[in-house]
């Protein structure tokens, strides 16, 4: 890569250790540049010895980073990143801004390499969850038992957020070590139990290590119980669920509209299916809309995003989506042509039915678009007088078609 290019922009990943544990090729870099960007504390990192212009990101950073960019063009610009910058880092930001022939990066191990290393723990099957920007519900859908996690912590106060979190969730028994200033000379470690965290808040640059030990099973496939959803009777049961996500086949990176989401559960779990799976939830009850949103932080997928309004009005302005689910509102004017006209070539429609009128709708579709038109009848065992036997729901007629 030519890195003379007056386009480019370096980005040099720094740990606590700073100037004295960068190679030679970042120190060149910063050496060379005329002008740096990185927050007040990396930027102090530097030494005097580094003569470029200092300039501190502002806050917000996102709105202002193309115009603060663009407002150096022509000089040797460089950016400092804390650790590796491809990893939840600035990096993949500016890649996404400038494009990757316009970005170089330098790396730095990262602050879950370090902890890794430290704790003896193997990177690859350690789940790394990043609280920098993100809501803390996130963590939910990482826990199971003997799970081990790293968590990325936004400033001081993460730890203590994190202990209430798992207590909340039935793991006040986690092991949570904080591991502060990782590869400096203030580096430090605390350690205790979720339930009887009581350390001060502490150095914000930090990585939580937790050991979730015993504690409540989710299941990372499509089923949850019924009960782990908070709904007024709008649930698509467990069974049909699972055979309904199913026919709807997330892959990763994939955005569902979630028509007449009712209690969210299609959205939800499409979304804890992969965590770059996206989902927007569609209901037009207040009420129930509500519900999704709490539903969705519950399970650890806040990032759902709730549309309150009626389909197909509703649907206008939306990204284009890979997949439609249409629980509800099948039989008003214009839903189901909506849908199917907002798909890409090679999008999915899956439609759910359980009323003959709706069925009709699913029928007719199916009569001119073809695709798969499936009934399932589920029966549960429940008690009759002294003894058991079956009853049954309400069977479920399913119609999926690709375009």
């Known amino acids: ?4 290019n007056p386009d480019l ?8 250790g700073g100037w004295a544990d960068l190679g030679r090729t970042p120190q060149e870099a910063l050496l060379a540049a005329q002008v740096i960007f990185g927050s007040d504390r990396q930027l102090d990192l530097l030494p005097a010895e580094v003569a470029a212009e200092r300039v501190a990101w502002p806050s917000p950073l996102l709105p202002a980073l193309p115009d603060l960019l663009e407002a150096h063009a022509g000089r040797r610009r460089a950016v400092l990143a804390s650790g590796d910058p491809m990893f939840h880092g600035i990096g993949a930001t500016l890649v996404r801004l400038l494009g990757a022939a316009r970005v170089r990066a330098l790396p730095h191990p990262s602050s879950a390499s370090l902890a890794a290393a430290r704790l003896g723990w193997p990177l690859a099957t350690t789940e790394v969850v990043s609280l920098v920007t993100a809501d803390p519900a996130v963590l939910r859908r990482a826990l199971n038992p003997g799970r081990r996690l790293l968590v990325l912590a936004r400033d001081a106060g993460t730890p203590a957020l994190v202990a ?7 793991y006040g028994e986690a092991t949570v070590t904080v591991l502060e200033q990782l590869g400096g000379p203030a580096e430090r470690v605390v350690a205790g139990t979720a339930a009887s965290w009581e350390h ?7 990585v939580l290590a937790v050991e979730c030990g015993d504690g409540p099973r989710v299941a990372v ?6 009960d782990a959803y908070e709904n007024d009777g ?3 049961k467990r069974e049909i669920r699972a055979v309904t996500l199913a026919a709807l086949a997330p892959v990763p990176g994939a955005l569902l509209w979630d028509v007449g989401a009712g209690s969210g559960s299609i959205g939800i779990e499409w979304m804890r299916s992969h965590p770059s799976c996206r989902a927007i939830a569609i209901e037009s009850h207040s009420a129930r809309a509500a519900s999704i949103r709490r539903n969705a932080s519950a399970l650890g997928v806040p990032g759902l995003r709730v549309v309150e309004g009626a389909a197909p009005a509703a649907l206008a302005g939306l990204p284009t989506p890979d997949t439609v689910f249409v629980g509800g509102g099948l039989t008003r004017d214009g839903v189901l ?3 199917l006209a907002a798909l890409p070539p090679g999008g999915r429609l899956v439609a759910n039915a359980v009323t003959l009128e709706t069925e009709a709708v699913l029928a ?5 678009l073809g695709g798969d038109l499936t009934r399932v009848a589920v029966n549960r065992a429940s008690p009759v007088g002294g003894f058991t036997g079956w009853r049954p729901m309400m069977p479920v007629t399913i119609w999926s078609v690709t375009r």
Do not use: R
């Open 1 to 4: 890569m030519q890195t003379d």
């Open 9 to 16: 922009v370096t980005v040099v990943g720094v740990g606590a």
């Open 164 to 170: 209430s979190l798992l207590t909340g969730c039935g």
């Open 200 to 206: 001060p808040p502490g150095d914000p640059l930090a």
């Open 221 to 226: 496939v499509p089923g949850l119980q019924d």
């Open 234 to 236: 709008q649930l698509t």
């Open 337 to 339: 042509d909506a849908c």
């Open 364 to 368: 007719a579709a199916y009569g001119k």
